[in-house]
């Protein structure tokens, strides 16, 4: 019963974005479209019995960047928009799920075809505009979702975005921990599971912390595979730093504005520690 009133919670929040995106967005500013959806985003990181910590923010770019992050689960583009929403490059089978399809739809999601080759293209070209214009948008590099334990290689192609507009790369590492400190698989996505299997997963899981850690941004360069190579040994020595519990100085900070303190997730904030968990200042 307890399970199927979280669900059911979750429900009335994705109608509630619906609600919000189609009367608010038109009459809103950009920046209070970015609030509303981060404290949207907030509200279903708590639904899900997740809080959120964030590193080494201050290093953040908030425009005409390509933020590249490892994938472990779909609640990830939650995560990354609880801590600065963006745009996202996702599977076109996304599109028609009910409900969360047309919402990434309406926030700028671009959609690709993995099945076909030459899609990569059309998408590089689309993200390089956007770049060029001043948009900040995620990709997720790996091409799939892992148990989050090690990273998966990250494909080089879409960096080809960054090279073309000249923009920097900013590299985010995603990790969950259980209440008692240890890594936590329980929002994976992977293998044959369904996403209601995923979600009961989740829910399942206890109460759950995700952290970010935001990398220094990457200057493009002329070579989207070492600009590949070198964002990929940022996350992955990002992950291995939280894996050793590099988190001990998170703060709180306040929450959005445009929301209830009650309507929002737990939020922390690590501004001066590195990836060992030693503090830089």
Request: charged share 20%; aromatic share 6%.
């Amino acid at each position: 019963m307890k399970l199927a009133l979280r669900k059911a919670r979750l429900v009335a929040h994705l109608l509630h974005g619906m609600w919000t995106v189609a009367t608010r967005f038109p009459r809103a500013s950009a920046d209070v479209r970015l609030e509303l959806n981060r404290a949207w985003s907030l509200k279903m990181l708590r639904l899900c019995g997740m809080r959120l910590v964030v590193h080494n923010d201050d290093v953040r770019l908030d425009a005409g960047a390509l933020v590249v992050a490892n994938h472990v689960s779909w609640i990830d583009i939650y995560v990354i928009n609880a801590w600065r929403p963006t745009p996202f490059v996702s599977k076109a089978e996304i599109r028609n799920w009910p409900v969360v399809g047309w919402l990434a739809e309406q926030l700028g999601t671009v959609f690709i075809q993995r099945e076909k080759r030459s899609d990569a293209k059309r998408i590089m070209h689309e993200l390089a505009d956007r770049l060029s214009a001043g948009e900040l948008m995620c990709v997720f590099p790996e091409g799939t979702t892992s148990d989050g334990l090690a990273l998966l290689p990250f494909h080089a192609n879409l960096f080809q975005a960054a090279v073309s507009a000249s923009c920097p790369v900013q590299p985010v590492c995603i990790m969950y921990e259980d209440a008692h400190g240890r890594q936590s698989t329980a929002p994976a996505y992977v293998d044959d599971l369904t996403l209601s299997d995923s979600l009961n997963a989740l829910l399942k899981g206890g109460p759950l912390t995700a952290h970010v850690y935001v990398g220094a941004p990457l200057a493009s360069g002329a070579d989207r595979r070492l600009l590949a190579a070198e964002a990929e040994a940022v996350v992955g020595r990002a992950l291995r730093g939280m894996q050793g519990g590099g988190n001990e100085f998170a703060a709180d900070v306040p929450e959005p504005r445009q929301q209830k303190a009650e309507d929002t997730a737990d939020v922390a904030l690590t501004q001066d520690i590195d990836i060992d968990g030693t503090r830089t200042s």
